[in-house]
């Protein structure tokens, strides 16, 4: 959405091109994972999850990556596209804490034409 | 559509004011949620509610009040807010497998 856009991360990618949008999470217990995609105006959308016992999920355009060890995940979009530009955000949910789930910042991708 | 809907979409009261923020979900779920977002912080979780009871109230200001009649039904309450209370309020409802629905968002701005 358009108040969070002062103080993120930018990334800016040339269409057709890939992005790789980076999130570090904080509890090394938190078991499920989720990417949300805001546009301006709109509400958080639901892009991609994953769970804590996968590395790697893949959806359409789309793919997560999870890294445990060092606590990362990642989103990867294929083939960008304008109506990717979006604010980006991971959130991460401990089950043992019921579905509360903690969002990132968030990461602006940009989409130049 | 969402299937999560927020009313109004955009609000401007004054600090003496009363006012509420409603949102209503069509999808069958029993768990809602306020989260504020606002331009220098993350999204912060205000209150959760699972089968119209409060389980979470995250040290939210009493200036802040949520009722939910009903699993279908979530209300922000707002009196004597402040100008840093500006923020966009999102309401989402989950099914209890962890992932949110949201709504658009009201977008709230105190004088």
């Known amino acids: 959405g358009e108040s969070v856009g002062l103080h993120l991360p930018t990334l800016s990618v040339q269409e057709g091109d890939n992005s790789i949008i980076n999130c570090a999470y904080s509890?090394?217990?938190?078991?499920?994972f989720i990417w949300y995609k805001q546009e301006s105006g709109k509400g958080p959308q639901f892009i991609i999850d994953?769970?804590?016992?996968?590395d790697k999920r893949q959806g359409q355009r789309v793919t997560v990556l999870l890294n445990k060890t060092v606590k990362h995940l990642s989103l990867q979009i294929a083939a960008t596209q304008p109506g990717d530009s979006a604010v980006y955000f991971c959130?991460?949910?401990?089950?043992?804490?019921?579905?509360?789930?903690?969002f990132g910042a968030g990461t602006i991708l940009r989409v130049k034409s | 559509e969402t299937g999560v809907t927020q009313t109004p979409r955009h609000l401007v009261m004054g600090m003496t004011n009363k006012k509420s923020l409603k949102c209503e979900q069509h999808?069958?779920?029993?768990?809602m949620y306020w989260y504020k977002q606002s331009a220098k912080k993350p999204l912060e979780l205000m209150f959760v509610?699972?089968?119209?009871?409060?389980?979470e109230n995250n040290s939210v200001p009493s200036r802040f009040s949520p009722e939910c009649p009903n699993s279908s039904h979530l209300f922000l309450h707002l009196h004597t807010l402040q100008p840093e209370d500006s923020a966009l309020y999102l309401c989402?409802?989950?099914?209890?497998?962890?992932?949110?629905?949201f709504g658009e968002g009201s977008r709230l701005t105190v004088l």
């Open positions: 989402a409802s989950s099914p209890g497998t962890g992932e949110l629905f």
């Open positions: 999808l069958g779920h029993n768990a």
């Open positions: 509610y699972n089968f119209k009871e409060q389980t």
């Open positions: 994953i769970r804590s016992n996968m």
């Open positions: 509890n090394s217990a938190s078991d499920y």
């Open positions: 959130a991460e949910n401990m089950e043992e804490y019921g579905n509360k789930l903690v």
